[in-house]
């Protein structure tokens, strides 16, 4: 049984990749598997219980992938170069394509757009990880917001990847600013505790004139 949900999943996101969602249906998946159609219904009781299922799986089985290297990332540089390395691969996977796909189903569809927004969410809780690990002794720590970024940082992603299908070069564009952002941060990390310290008072003093959080 566990054999055949496992198929029927991977079915699911096979058809995808190269039909598009219009194109899913409990025959096409079916057919895909090689199994009884009635299975899906068994199995998921809608097409978009299958979807679903099949999203997080799908989500889960990458972060499982890529645990590792976002474990290996050792600065914010490190990590966003680490984001467009991944991005690369999913691209040439296909994966990039069946996010598209899952995106633009959810419109009516609230099973699916629930299962993508947790398929998101365990992205962003993985990069929020790494955040956390990254910004711990950071002379502006205290003043981020790092599950905001974290979700700043997914969402980027995400639209970068679907940006990059009508327009390549601006998303390139997109990738070397988030590239230089690193830098940035970097150059901060490398002046000194004294200029560390300056740096910190003047957020300091801009937050509290502001009321604003950086």
Same mark, same amino acid.
């Given at each position: 049984?566990?054999?055949?949900?496992?198929?029927?999943?991977? @079915?699911?996101?096979? !058809?995808?990749?190269? +039909?598009?969602? @219009?194109?899913?249906?409990?025959?096409?998946?079916?057919?895909?598997?090689?199994?009884?159609?009635?299975?899906? *219904?068994?199995?998921?009781?809608?097409?978009?219980?299958?979807?679903?299922? @099949?999203?997080?799986?799908?989500?889960?089985?990458?972060?499982? +992938?890529?645990?590792?290297?976002?474990?290996?990332?050792?600065?914010?540089?490190?990590?966003?170069?680490?984001?467009? #390395?991944?991005?690369?691969?999913?691209?040439?996977?296909?994966?990039?394509? $069946?996010?598209? +796909? *899952?995106?633009?189903?959810?419109?009516?569809?609230?099973?699916? &757009?629930?299962?993508?927004? =947790?398929?998101?969410?365990?992205?962003?809780?993985?990069?929020?990880?790494?955040?956390?690990?990254?910004?711990?002794?950071?002379?502006? &720590?205290? *003043?981020?917001?790092?599950?905001?970024?974290?979700?700043?940082?997914?969402?980027? *992603?995400?639209?970068?990847?679907?940006?990059?299908?009508? =327009?390549? +070069?601006?998303? =390139?564009?997109?990738?070397?600013?988030?590239?230089?952002?690193? !830098?940035?941060?970097? $150059? $901060? =990390?490398?002046?000194?505790? $004294?200029?560390?310290? @300056?740096?910190?008072?003047?957020?300091? #003093?801009?937050?509290?004139?502001?009321?604003?959080?950086?």
């Amino acid at each position: 049984m566990s054999d055949t949900r496992e198929r029927l999943m991977e @079915a699911a996101i096979s !058809v995808l990749k190269r +039909q598009g969602i @219009a194109a899913v249906s409990a025959r096409s998946i079916a057919g895909e598997a090689g199994a009884n159609q009635a299975l899906v *219904f068994y199995h998921f009781k809608t097409v978009e219980g299958l979807l679903a299922a @099949a999203a997080l799986r799908e989500t889960a089985q990458r972060l499982e +992938q890529y645990r590792p290297h976002f474990a290996a990332a050792g600065s914010l540089r490190e990590l966003l170069s680490l984001g467009q #390395r991944l991005h690369e691969k999913e691209r040439a996977n296909g994966n990039v394509a $069946v996010l598209g +796909q *899952f995106l633009a189903g959810s419109t009516g569809q609230p099973q699916l &757009a629930e299962a993508s927004a =947790d398929a998101l969410r365990m992205w962003t809780e993985e990069i929020e990880r790494v955040l956390d690990r990254l910004f711990a002794d950071h002379p502006l &720590a205290e *003043f981020l917001d790092l599950p905001g970024l974290a979700r700043a940082v997914t969402g980027a *992603f995400v639209g970068l990847e679907l940006y990059e299908g009508v =327009d390549p +070069q601006a998303a =390139d564009a997109a990738f070397t600013a988030l590239d230089r952002l690193g !830098v940035l941060v970097e $150059v $901060v =990390d490398g002046l000194g505790p $004294v200029v560390s310290r @300056a740096v910190r008072a003047k957020v300091r #003093r801009e937050v509290g004139r502001n009321g604003a959080i950086v």
